[in-house]
């Protein structure tokens, strides 16, 4: 194996219970690494900082020449998340006025008492039972059911979106090698009959507010400050994936690493105050998100490596977190880590607006589960995990009691 087959190694399937052993191949390798379909891999901790808060570097897809993008990512229209600044500026500031500070500061602060109540009915059903699943048990459902009243979604509607997320989230996954043209297509038909959908639901609150963010979205009294239609589409759209997507694997990473690691379980059951600094170490040891692109819009020098106007760099952010020339004994889970700058959450520009809200959302779960944890047990490790390599998260998580 050479390191230029390392990004096709990282995502093929095989990898995905453990693609850490990887990562630090990437490391060694590097800091840069090209991939035999012409992109550049990136997986130490400065380079990708330094690449992260250039604004030489375009989140848009359509910018890239090397490999080509697909012919739906030429037309589509895109979502803040994947757009350049000033067009990314304005509309996640847009975004923002309904979410979170300055114009709705208590908004998320506000549902703590809810998220929390909600997330002791989950865990209340599961007593008296000898295992549960828990993504299909807890990981989905809590972050789903808050995204849906942030949003104003009918919570029964819920295994519509659930269809078309599964055919975004894939149609968004980084695949080397593999013809994504079925399944950028069907991201594309997704994409709009979700769309559809989410509009259809603001347009019934216009003039009729609801105290909801597509509600407030369409009743926006300021001319200037309002989403055309097709705006508040894809605003949606990433709102309520971004929303619930993270968050399940955040959850469902943390539950399987705190089972693997006794010591640390038992120090959080009798010290429940360290959630705050324990879901921190979840995020830089087992992060739910682990690649993103970026495209350079001229040459680009990076630690001696010239990259290509044009072609695609894919920033191993699991990678990052887990570089030793920037943590500590990375290796080692420790939640009584100090030092935690990860990439969580990414950084610059792009950084999750959402942060706060997941990770209320995770200390909530993992704090109503630590009495039971106690005597819990895996009943598969290597759980089976999701085919996305970007987002990676187990698919079930069976634990016994």
């Known amino acids: 194996m050479t390191a230029e087959t390392l990004l096709e190694r990282i995502t093929d399937y095989a990898s995905r219970p453990d693609p850490y052993p990887l990562y630090a191949e990437l490391r060694e390798a590097g800091p840069v690494v090209r991939q035999t379909d012409g992109s550049y891999l990136v997986g130490t901790y400065h380079e990708i900082v330094g690449l992260l808060h250039d604004p030489r570097l375009s989140a848009d897809p359509r910018n890239r020449t090397t490999p080509a993008p697909a012919a739906s990512e030429e037309t589509q229209h895109l979502p803040f998340l994947r757009l350049d600044d000033p067009e990314h500026h304005r509309l996640r500031t847009l975004a923002m006025r309904p979410f979170g500070p300055p114009h709705s500061p208590g908004r998320v602060d506000a549902m703590r008492g809810e998220i929390t109540r909600f997330t002791g009915e989950l865990v209340d059903g599961l007593r008296g039972r000898d295992h549960v699943d828990i ?3 807890l990981a989905y459902p809590l972050p789903v059911t808050v995204i849906c009243r942030l949003l104003g979604v009918p919570r029964e509607d ?13 149609s968004a996954d980084i695949s080397p090698g593999e013809d994504t043209a079925a399944r950028a297509e069907a991201g594309r038909e997704a994409r709009m009959q979700m769309g559809a959908y989410l509009l259809g639901l603001a347009e019934q609150r216009r003039g009729r507010p609801t105290g909801d963010m597509l509600s407030d979205f369409v009743n926006e009294p300021d001319p200037q400050l309002r989403l055309t239609g097709e705006e508040l589409a894809m605003t949606a759209i990433l709102l309520l994936i971004a929303g619930h997507e993270t968050t399940v694997n955040l959850i469902t990473n943390g539950v399987l690493t705190l089972l693997r690691h006794p010591d640390k379980l038992e120090r959080l059951r009798r010290e429940p105050e360290l959630l705050p600094e324990t879901v921190e170490e979840l995020l830089r040891y087992e992060p739910p998100v682990h690649l993103r692109e970026r495209i350079p819009l001229a040459d680009v020098e990076i630690a001696g490596t010239v990259i290509p106007k044009g072609t695609s760099v894919i920033l191993a952010l699991a990678s990052g977190s887990r570089d030793p020339l920037r ?7 420790d939640p009584a880590r100090k030092d935690n700058e990860h990439f969580g959450f990414g950084s610059g520009i792009h950084l999750c607006y959402g942060a706060p809200l997941a990770r209320i959302e995770a200390q909530a779960a993992l704090g109503a589960l630590l009495p039971g944890l106690g005597t819990a047990t895996l009943l598969q490790d290597p759980p089976p995990y999701r085919r996305n390599a970007m987002l990676r998260g187990p698919r079930h998580l069976l634990v016994g009691f």
Do not use: G, S, Y
């Open 158 to 170: 819920e295994p519509r979106f659930r269809e078309w997320t599964d055919l975004l989230v894939a």
């Open 327 to 333: 943590f500590q004994d990375p290796e080692r889970f």
């Open 135 to 137: 993504v299909d048990d």
